[in-house]
């Protein structure tokens, strides 16, 4: 198989892990009303339980990208694929939340390995001129789940339960694994990676990563520009839409897939956007202005009919993609042996933040009531307390995007001891 090609197969198989570890996140806004009902739970109680795969994935990232920088890509998301296929399955059948939420956290660790495998994977075998465009592709593939697990998976629970659903989604998991055993390869043949990182203790090699401030700034600008989806499209969106503004769960659930749809395409835009113009900070502070625009329209105009908010939820997504761009700038703030490790900066922040707002977002929710009042119907007014977290995040995003430095999509740092191999795809 020519490198082109073997390029496309590694990145296409990383990409649908990376679509079937999403999927397990994003099908709690369908799930959440059955959710509520089978576990007697409280909105807070809901927070934890789809929090739980957050908070696995931060805890778990620092290891994964050392283990990726050290050992055998394919054989760890070969191993961790599995383990989150058989985790969904058990999520499908217990009756038990303690056995839902360690089902839910051992998906989020499989979020771990396919996000930097994937990201890994492409910094090996594609060059830094495409390097944007496709980490961006790999996104929109995960965006793909994120449209799938909205109306498509929602008239799925209608039809056959919400239990059924979670088995059938699954069992797609064992046909994704076996592509990735065909297709998985650690890096482009006759490449000869560097291997500095063998010589490093882990001390050090974590050291030199959270040493570096521009992996920080990256990885907070990403977490809050990512907070509108993991608010609106990961788990509250449709029950806000719903109970707030009163449409109907199959109406409310195509609203919230035009954010995966405008991230489908707004991914793979604004990575191509930024590798032509060779600009990572420009990007980055134009798209965190338009996101908090488009939030702000979204929150404080109550009488936008359905079509609009179809716009404006799509418009979300899209802008908010501006946040992809993090990723080559910190691959290209960082030497190339390290990629892993300093791409699991960015993934921990983003998952603390979103382990820690979903579950604060139903807390303020819930403030008005008792603690251990069960309630599945909130009040309008009850959302519009809690949806405050969305603007003030935005202007700390622009605030951070302010101090990102610019890399004119070049790796100066490289190797300390050998040039990079990757494919010239």
């Not at 934890?48 to 055998?72: E, Q």
């Not at 989604?169 to 063998?198: C, E, H, R, Y």
């Not at 990572?280 to 202005?289: E, N, V, Y």
Request: aromatic share 10%.
């Amino acid at each position: 198989m020519n490198p082109s090609k073997r390029a496309i197969f590694v990145c296409l198989a990383g990409a649908l892990f990376f679509y079937y570890a999403f999927f397990q996140m994003a099908i709690f806004n369908s799930l959440s009303q059955d959710l509520l009902v089978s576990f007697h739970l409280q909105a807070a109680q809901l927070g934890n339980l789809s929090g739980a795969y957050f908070l696995a994935d931060a805890i778990v990232l620092i290891p994964t990208g050392l283990l990726l920088d050290r050992f055998s890509a394919k054989g760890l998301m070969l191993i961790v694929m599995g383990l989150c296929t058989i985790s969904t399955l058990f999520f499908a059948y217990t009756t038990s939340l303690s056995v839902a939420t360690t089902a839910h956290a051992i998906a989020g660790i499989g979020n771990a390995f396919a996000f930097l495998g994937s990201m890994t994977l492409a910094s090996r075998f594609l060059s830094h001129k495409r390097l944007a465009l496709g980490m961006g592709l790999i996104i929109t593939i995960g965006m793909i789940a994120g449209v799938v697990a909205q109306t498509p998976f929602t008239l799925l629970i209608q039809h056959v339960g919400w239990r059924h659903a979670v088995m059938i989604n699954g069992l797609s998991g064992v046909l994704i694994w076996v592509f990735m055993l065909l297709a998985l390869k650690d890096k482009p043949d006759n490449a000869i990676l560097p291997q500095s990182t063998q010589s490093l203790s882990l001390i050090k090699q974590i050291a030199k990563v959270t040493r570096n401030p521009q992996n920080w700034i990256c990885g907070a600008y990403t977490t809050l520009m990512y907070l509108p989806i993991v608010i609106l499209g990961e788990l509250w969106g449709v029950m806000y839409l719903t109970q707030a503004r009163g449409f109907t769960t199959t109406h409310a659930s195509n609203i919230t897939s035009m954010i995966f749809l405008g991230m489908m395409l707004g991914s793979p835009v604004l990575g191509w956007f930024s590798d032509k113009i060779t600009r990572r900070k420009s990007p980055m502070i134009l798209t965190a202005l338009l996101t908090l625009s488009t939030v702000a329209w979204i929150l404080y105009d109550p009488y936008l009919s359905m079509s609009s908010l179809m716009a404006l939820f799509f418009a979300l997504g899209f802008f908010a993609c501006g946040q992809v761009i993090s990723y080559p700038t910190m691959a290209e703030c960082n030497p190339v042996q390290l990629t892993g490790s300093a791409l699991s900066i960015v993934a921990i922040t983003l998952n603390l933040g979103s382990a820690i707002t979903q579950p604060l977002f139903g807390w303020i929710m819930h403030w008005n009531y008792p603690a251990s009042q069960h309630i599945t119907q909130y009040a309008p007014g009850d959302y519009n307390s809690a949806i405050i977290i969305l603007p003030v995040a935005l202007i700390l995003a622009i605030g951070l995007s302010l101090r990102v430095r610019e890399t004119f999509c070049r790796n100066d740092l490289m190797s300390e001891e050998t040039p990079s191999s990757a494919t010239q795809v």
